[in-house]
């Protein structure tokens, strides 16, 4: 199956690889296929930045301190149980094993076991009581995010613009709502302080024409009209002097990258 002719499965594998739940094989194939088309990396890169967003909506929660009684109570039971062990190794060694020695030894064991059983089921009620007011604070938060996810700028079309070696140095997105396009920046590239990077629209016939001149955050937006980027088949920049260059002279210094720009469905 060719994943970049699947729209649907491309947005649930790039969704399931940024959470972090594509597993195994099938994480080194999506790997593997983000390498080799544009279209994959674009969508893995859209979705990281929509999970971010949860982290910045989402509230610390200091665990209370029953939580850390009960962890502290476990590992004392372990503990008792490796030490009970290790006597028990070393008992089986002696030449004069007793059986009242033994029975002390099991009656230790379950002492051990039957506290921290008792311990676990004491702070159950308690954990169980806090872990629905948490419950419920979390459900109030994701309502929240979903809401904000639902605010988010759509994306109708998409360009990961790769330098001569292949690599992603940018991603361009169009947002039809804000009438906007949003270039981030995904490598380390550098502009010197006299030096600007200039986005240009590559048609299909005619002369490159300008989008706009970048600033040098990692995170930039040029206003435009869906017009300006419908029937434009690959985007590219090019360093320019400070401040950009007229559209009508077109690049005069290096294009530095280049990528198809990408339409897909809302």
Avoid at 8 to 36: C, I, K
Avoid at 106 to 134: E, F, N, P
Avoid at 253 to 259: A, D, E, I, R, S
């Amino acid at each position: 199956m060719n994943l970049t002719q699947n729209p649907e499965l491309l947005d649930r594998l790039a969704a399931s690889y940024s959470l972090g739940t594509l597993h195994g094989g099938a994480r080194r194939r999506f790997e593997q296929l983000a390498r080799e088309y544009p279209q994959v990396r674009a969508a893995a890169l859209l979705w990281q930045g929509r999970w971010s967003a949860f982290s910045e909506v989402q509230t610390p929660v200091q665990p209370d301190a029953v939580v850390w009684t009960r962890i502290a109570n476990l590992l004392q039971a372990e503990t008792a149980k490796a030490k009970l062990a290790r006597q028990r190794e070393t008992a089986s060694k002696s030449a004069w094993p007793t059986l009242a020695w033994w029975r002390g030894l099991a009656m230790a064991g379950g002492l051990a076991t039957v506290a921290a059983i008792s311990v676990g089921l004491w702070s159950h009620q308690g954990l169980r009581d806090d872990s629905q007011q948490k419950l419920s604070a979390l459900q109030t938060q994701l309502q929240m995010a979903q809401a904000e996810l639902q605010a988010a700028p759509q994306i109708q079309y998409v360009a990961v613009l790769a330098d001569g070696k292949a690599d992603a140095s940018m991603l361009v997105t169009f947002d039809p709502r804000h009438q906007q396009l949003v270039l981030q920046r995904v490598s380390g590239f550098k502009e010197a302080d006299n030096k600007s990077l200039q986005l240009w629209a590559l048609p299909q016939q005619g002369a490159p024409r300008s989008l706009g001149v970048m600033g040098d955050g990692k995170l930039d937006q040029l206003p435009a009209q869906e017009t300006d980027v419908k029937a434009i088949p690959a985007l590219a920049i090019s360093l320019e002097p400070k401040g950009g260059v007229p559209s009508s002279t077109g690049p005069t210094g290096p294009v530095l990258f280049k990528g198809a720009l990408i339409r897909r469905d809302i």
